[in-house]
């Protein structure tokens, strides 16, 4: 079962400071509490890096204005659009985060005012996979090694 807990609401000095910094890459992590809650909020880089080596975070991604180098199709640079790659899920966490996963990258782009938003992901990746059957990620593009996807925020359900 998926819980949106106190934490996973972005805090307002975290919106303005990316604001203020001109879009900079924030990175985003993902708890799972004892009482099996999954939450998130935005973490350090090197908490980030720390995702697969032990840390108790269980999965992260990176959020940006900046578009992807290597996808024109889904470079709409607006400021209604944030870009999403970086997923990086811990190998200690069952396959259930990519639900969380699903709903967690959306709500962070809402809470963030876009109205769109792009991801990318290693194409051999497990959830690269899982979004390819999903209504609400609609496949934007490829590459030989990532594969894109764009999302309706605004009407996300």
């Known amino acids: 079962m998926l819980y949106v807990g106190k934490n996973s609401i972005m805090k307002v000095?975290?919106?303005f400071k990316a604001k203020k910094n001109g879009g900079t890459s924030e990175y985003v992590g993902?708890?799972?509490g004892k009482d099996g809650a999954f939450t998130f909020d935005v973490i350090s880089e090197k908490r980030y890096k720390g995702i697969l080596t032990g840390s108790k975070i269980v999965a992260?991604?990176?959020v940006s204005q900046k578009p992807f180098d290597d996808c024109e199709a889904v470079n709409d640079n607006n400021a209604d659009?944030?870009?999403v790659e970086g997923v990086v899920i811990s190998p200690r966490i069952s396959d259930v985060i990519y639900d969380v996963l699903h709903d967690f990258?959306?709500?962070n782009c809402m809470e963030r005012g876009?109205?769109?938003l792009s991801l990318k992901l290693d194409k051999n990746s497990g959830f690269a996979h899982y979004l390819a059957s999903e209504d609400?990620?609609?496949l934007a593009g490829t590459t030989v090694e990532h594969i894109y996807f764009d999302v309706d925020?605004?009407?996300f359900d």
Request: proline share 0%.
């Open 81 to 83: 659009r944030l870009y």
């Open 114 to 116: 876009a109205k769109w």
């Open 60 to 62: 992260g991604f990176v």
């Open 13 to 15: 000095k975290d919106i």
């Open 30 to 32: 993902v708890f799972v």
């Open 153 to 155: 925020v605004a009407n």
């Open 105 to 107: 990258i959306v709500i």
């Open 136 to 138: 609400a990620y609609k």
